[in-house]
């Protein structure tokens, strides 16, 4: 967009927050938002155009400049290593990144094998450790993998543990906590300054606020 921004939005899980963060930040993001399959939405009394995108290829979008900033998880962006700026912790999303597996199960000594769908972060977290293991990639239902036994550990996400627990498995080590970012593409970041930071400007202060322990909308017009 020329005269405003591209903003990459998250579908799923992360998107309600996110919109309800912007709304806080006194952006009026219509009806379509709440109720509507459309994956391009504008705003233009706003200057601002919205791209849905799968959480995963949020990133990507932003790196090669399909949209000038992006809403994504730490998660994300540690495993897709991205070229884009993290401008923004918005403090969404929270959930975190750990190892779990079977309860009392050494990994195996001959080649252990680790089920993920975050291949990188996995593979540097065992490297790290001194570990060498051979990670298998999955596309979800991570925790199956130590049960049929394809797997000695799992590297997963880990919100409320109701997963794990219902599964019978452990959590070993906790690697890395998460919440959603506000990235941007380097370029825009340099040609629409004026435009990002106001953004990052007014969803600071949200976010600040909500951090600073108030009741969620207790005073919501003095942002
Ligand atoms: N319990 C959770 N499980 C997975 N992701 C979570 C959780 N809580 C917060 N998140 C955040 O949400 C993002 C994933 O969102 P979501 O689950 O909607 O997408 P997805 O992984 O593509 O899901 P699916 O493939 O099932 O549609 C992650 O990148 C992470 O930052
Ligand atoms: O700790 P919890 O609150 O139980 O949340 C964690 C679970 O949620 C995610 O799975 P998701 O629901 O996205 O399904 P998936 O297995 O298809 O990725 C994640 O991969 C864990 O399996």
């Given at each position: 967009?020329?005269?405003?921004?591209?903003?990459?939005?998250?579908k799923g899980r992360i998107f309600e927050?996110?919109?309800?963060?912007?709304?806080?930040?006194?952006?009026k993001l219509p009806q379509e938002f709440d109720?509507?399959?459309?994956?391009i939405i504008d705003v233009p009394e706003e200057n601002l155009r919205f791209i849905l995108a799968k959480p995963m290829d949020v990133a990507t979008y932003v790196e090669h400049g399909g949209a000038d900033v992006g809403i994504a998880g730490k998660d994300v962006l540690l495993?897709?290593?991205r070229d884009v700026y993290e401008l923004l912790d918005l403090n969404i999303s929270y959930c975190y990144l750990a190892v779990a597996g079977l309860p009392d199960t050494e990994m195996n000594d001959v080649a252990p094998r680790v089920a993920t769908k975050y291949p990188k972060v996995?593979?540097?977290?065992?490297r790290e450790q001194g570990e060498q293991v051979e990670i298998i990639t999955l596309n979800g239902s991570i925790e199956l993998a130590p049960l049929i036994g394809l797997a000695d550990r799992i590297v997963d996400i880990v919100?409320?543990?109701?997963?794990?627990?219902?599964?019978?498995?452990?959590e070993y080590e906790k690697i890395e906590d998460v919440t959603s970012r506000l990235i941007v593409n380097p370029v825009s970041y340099r040609m629409k300054d004026v435009f990002i930071d106001e953004l990052v400007a007014r969803l600071q202060e949200v976010v600040s606020y909500e951090m600073g322990g108030l009741l969620k909308n207790e005073n919501p017009t003095s942002y």
């Open positions: 967009m020329k005269n405003g921004l591209t903003i990459a939005m998250p927050e996110a919109v309800e963060l912007l709304r806080k930040a006194g952006y109720e509507s399959r459309k994956l495993e897709e290593e996995a593979e540097a977290y065992f919100s409320t543990g109701r997963t794990l627990k219902e599964n019978g498995l452990v």
